[in-house]
Nanobody
């Protein structure tokens, strides 16, 4: 069945780096844009980054531009989120999700995604 499984979350000090992975299965991965979202306690879900089905198009929230990099490996059905210069405000549960509909452009609105992983916790603290 269709699955999205995140991994790579951890406790890291401010200024540190993490790489999150989103392993997908059960659908034609190379037809779909994938997005990364996050939700901190007491806050609304936020679109962090997304990548088009080919990897040729990407989008970033202003809060992470220049620090985070999204990429994908269509041969291995995986999307990555490289996070550098992490700050306490990046603390959240990070989710990956599949865009509604094949060959649709990459967008950062959660309403445009229909399948979600279970999330991975990222904590940035001294």
């Amino acid at each position: 069945q269709l699955q999205l499984v995140e991994s790579g979350g951890s406790l890291v000090q401010p200024g540190g780096s993490l790489r999150l992975s989103c392993a997908a299965s059960g659908f034609s991965f190379n037809y779909y844009a994938i997005g990364w979202f996050r939700q901190a306690p007491g806050k609304e879900r936020e679109g962090v980054s997304c990548i088009s089905n080919t990897g040729g198009g990407t989008n970033y929230a202003d809060s992470v531009k220049g620090r985070f990099t999204i990429s994908r490996d269509n041969a291995n059905n995986t999307v990555y989120l490289q996070m550098n210069s992490l700050q306490p405000e990046d603390t959240a549960i990070y989710f990956c999700a599949r865009r509604r509909g094949p060959l649709r452009p990459c967008v950062l609105s959660g309403h445009d995604y229909e399948y979600w992983g279970q999330g991975t916790q990222v904590t940035v603290s001294p």
